[in-house]
């Protein structure tokens, strides 16, 4: 867990420091957020497995990952307040790359909704949801298949340090399988963190 730890430090660290200084202009949550906006996004990161089902063995999976991301804003903001909201569709490319118990990969494609709610100007928290397939050369006993699926929840924080250009960080669970494509596959789950950047353009 002290991958994630350090990510979500120095994530507080740039927004802190992002945050302070001389005051901002004011954002506009609106127009960033507008109907027919696409969002282009870069996010790093990495994860520790859990072992939520408390199984008796378990093979300590880590790994780190980067996942570009293409989305669009098919609907305008609803809601009002502090529950004004907007919502992201889009997809997001998988390239996972495991540091234990031995070196491997996975890679694939993934279909990812954000809910933003944007009623706080330039700091927006979101929720997310992926899910995706791809392939892998990952051999654990958890699961032992070149194909898996990849679903994963979480939420976040983004800043928006100019009117187009955003930066996030959150916290994402992960669940691997191969949907019993093939045996064993009892699957595994992760905790990981997301570091990234978003540019929003029309």
Partial sequence: MSAIGNLTRWA????????AGRPVAAHDPEAAFAKGTTIFGLQVGGGVH?????????SDISFVNFTPRVSHLFFSPFGSGLL??????????????????????????????RYHFIGLGRLVPYLEVIAGAGGTSLRVPEIDSSFTFVLEGGAGLAYFVTDKVAVNFGYRFQHISNGNTSLPNRGFNSDSGVLGVSYFFK
């Fill in 12 to 19: 507080v660290v740039v927004l802190v420091v992002l945050g």
């Fill in 50 to 58: 859990n072992n939520v089902e408390e199984h008796g063995t378990v």
């Fill in 84 to 113: 004004r909201s907007a919502f992201e569709a889009g997809l997001e490319g998988w390239f996972q790359y495991y540091l234990s118990p031995k070196e491997s990969t996975a890679e694939g494609l993934k279909l990812a909704f």
